[in-house]
């Protein structure tokens, strides 16, 4: 049994899907663990919702705005509120998109890749 066998519609390729299909063969438990961990994270949760509403579904509102709390001052492009798949998602400062939750996601992959390289480097090395 492989990885192809256990989701054969690759309209059901996610990155969950693959993580349970890791799971289900008993490999790779790191690897399927930093996949976990940024497939249930907030940034990586908002950043999939976000981009499959406007991608699918519509637009979601952008305006520009200014927070008039002094800790700290903020101004600049926001992204409305909107749902997805039944869950709401609130106003967002572009910059909290483009930067935390990017570096965070990003992040999230630099970990899987290296947990991956380990995994790959002890199936070779290992005797058969």
């Known amino acids: 049994m492989n990885l192809i066998t256990l989701i054969p519609d690759e309209r059901k390729i996610s990155l969950s899907t693959v993580s349970c299909a890791i799971e289900e063969l008993k490999a790779a438990h790191d690897v399927a663990q930093a996949l976990n961990n940024l497939s249930n ?25 200014i927070s008039l709390d ?22 967002t400062w572009f910059d909290t998109l483009s930067e935390q939750y990017r570096k ?7 970990v899987i890749g290296d947990s991956l390289n380990i995994w790959l480097r002890n199936q070779t090395s290992s005797p058969k």
Not at 52 to 60: A, E, G, I
């Open 104 to 110: 965070s996601v990003q992040d999230s992959i630099v």
């Open 41 to 65: 994270s907030d940034a990586f949760t908002y950043v999939t919702a976000y981009v499959n509403t406007t991608k699918h579904r519509r637009v979601v509102d952008n305006f520009a705005s």
């Open 70 to 91: 002094p800790n700290p001052p903020r101004y600049g492009f926001r992204i409305g509120d909107f749902d997805y798949k039944g869950l709401d998602y609130p106003k």
